[in-house]
């Protein structure tokens, strides 16, 4: 069966630092894989997804960048983190057109 | 574009009682349809699905729902909560048709269950 992964659970970061989210995906190949943030208080909004390695779409303008340099593999990262990257991010992988989740990484940009 | 309204924020519901979340959405062709639930802390568990076919769609939990096209409303609804089931209820709509699109949630409703 297909398991997701995501590390960190949890990490608190000081602004201006740089970031680096892991998300891994087993039991399936050649995914579509996404990123999702969840902000307080508002539902889950697109910020990347990707149909392979190295092809990455960017659904919303910002201070974030995603990679895929592995089948399985799918990295959120910054090089300046601001208060606004906040929030708890989630990624996900496709079969037949439904998403299953990861169990996600809460941010805390301090 | 597509959209997602839940209208409610906050529900309360007591154990043994009836549930009913309301979902419209908006999109110009037959969307797929989607609720998933979170509890605190943890990622979205899908509950159920709606591609084609029978309106009635039945899902994990003992939760079902129900599509409308005349009302583009996908509500979900059980017919005797537990406590278990206190947590964000999340209703999405996809593009579908085996492309990449990501989906498009609404805000989010979240259940209370009273003893």
């Known amino acids: 069966s297909q398991t997701i992964h995501q590390w960190p659970a949890t990490l608190v970061q000081p602004v201006g630092s740089p970031l680096s989210l892991e998300c891994t995906v087993e039991?399936?190949?050649?995914?579509?894989l996404y990123w999702y943030r969840q902000a307080a208080g508002r539902g889950l909004q697109l910020l990347f997804y990707?149909?392979?390695?190295?092809?990455i779409s960017s659904e919303v303008p910002q201070n974030l960048s995603a990679s895929r340099p592995q089948d399985r593999q799918f990295i959120l990262s910054s090089k300046k983190l601001l208060l606004s990257d906040s929030g708890f991010y989630l990624c996900?992988?496709?079969?037949?057109?439904?998403?299953?989740f990861g169990p996600g990484t809460r941010l805390t940009v301090l | 574009a597509q959209s997602v309204t839940q209208p409610d924020i906050h529900i309360t519901v007591s154990e043994g009682a009836s549930l009913e979340l309301r979902c419209n959405y908006s999109?110009?062709?037959?969307?797929?349809l989607f609720w998933y639930v979170q509890s605190p802390g943890q990622g979205l568990q899908l509950l159920l699905k709606?591609?084609?076919?029978?309106?009635l769609v039945q899902g994990i939990k003992g939760f079902e729902a129900e599509f409308k096209r005349s009302q583009s409303s996908f509500n979900l609804r059980k017919p005797s909560v537990h406590w278990s089931d206190a947590a964000e209820y999340f209703c999405?709509?996809?593009?579908?048709?085996?492309?990449?699109?990501?989906?498009?949630f609404g805000k989010g409703t979240h259940l209370i269950i009273q003893p």
């Open positions: 996900a992988w496709s079969f037949r057109d439904t998403q299953y």
């Open positions: 039991g399936t190949s050649n995914p579509n």
């Open positions: 990707s149909v392979g390695i190295g092809q």
């Open positions: 999109y110009g062709a037959t969307p797929y």
């Open positions: 709606y591609f084609s076919g029978d309106t």
């Open positions: 999405a709509v996809g593009v579908g048709g085996g492309g990449a699109d990501g989906l498009t």
